[in-house]
Antibody, heavy 121, light 106 residues
């Protein structure tokens, strides 16, 4: 069974750094892109970016380029999303999701349970 | 950048057909997929490659995509189908989500 397990909820102050994780299991982790999706409170889904664990090829949405960093440690089948300086506007639920194809096409067929990030002074 | 647009809300009675649209420039030339998200849960894929259902998704869910519009159709809508629905496509190596449609079944 394909599973993506995300790290737990975080409560941070503005200006702090943060790295959240997404560990895949039940499939060959290096063969599938892992994407990150933001959902702000009461709002819709926003695609942030995606990484291919096999070679760490990474694409970012223009809206998130320079704001976050996506990385991977394939030795432990884990993808990461990190911020160097959080803002209150980063408060949201963050999901990782597996892309079904090797090309940047098609659906995200498996999703993590989400990591709630709250940024408040 | 590419955008796809959905109506914010739709209301149907149980047993009726719900049709949720997703509009974007020449969307019919791309593959569209649809996700269902219930409160407090992660999104679930219900339609991919315009018309295909993943294993475990009921037959009452179907999809189409032509011209500038993709449509998710739920036939014989049930109360359990009440949820937010999002369309998604790819454009120039970027995933694009619609703003979501809140389906109310009452």
């Amino acid at each position: 069974e394909v599973q993506l397990v995300q790290s737990g909820a975080e409560m941070k102050k503005p200006g702090e750094s943060l790295k959240i994780s997404c560990q895949g299991s039940g499939y060959t982790f290096t063969n599938y892109w892992i994407g990150w999706v933001r959902q702000m409170p009461g709002k819709g889904l926003q695609w942030m970016g995606i990484i291919y664990p096999g070679d760490s090829d990474t694409k970012y949405s223009p809206s998130f380029q320079g704001q976050v960093t996506i990385s991977v440690d394939k030795s432990i089948s884990t993808a990461y999303l990190q911020w160097s300086s959080l803002k209150a506007a980063d408060t949201a639920m963050y999901y990782c999701a597996r892309l079904v194809s090797k090309a940047l096409a098609g659906p995200f067929d498996s999703w993590g349970q989400g990591t709630l990030v709250t940024v408040s002074s | 950048s590419y955008e796809v647009t959905q109506p914010p809300s739709l209301s149907v009675s149980p047993g009726q057909t719900a049709s949720i649209t997703c509009s974007g420039y020449k969307l019919g030339e791309k593959f569209a997929c649809w996700y269902q998200q219930k409160p407090g849960q992660s999104p679930v894929l219900v339609i991919f490659q315009d018309t295909k259902r993943p294993s475990g998704i009921p037959e009452r869910f179907s999809g189409s995509n032509s011209g500038n519009t993709a449509t998710l159709t739920i036939s014989g809508t049930q109360v359990m189908d009440e949820a937010d629905y999002y369309c998604q496509a790819w454009d120039s190596s970027a995933a694009v989500f619609g703003g979501g449609t809140k389906l109310t079944v009452l």
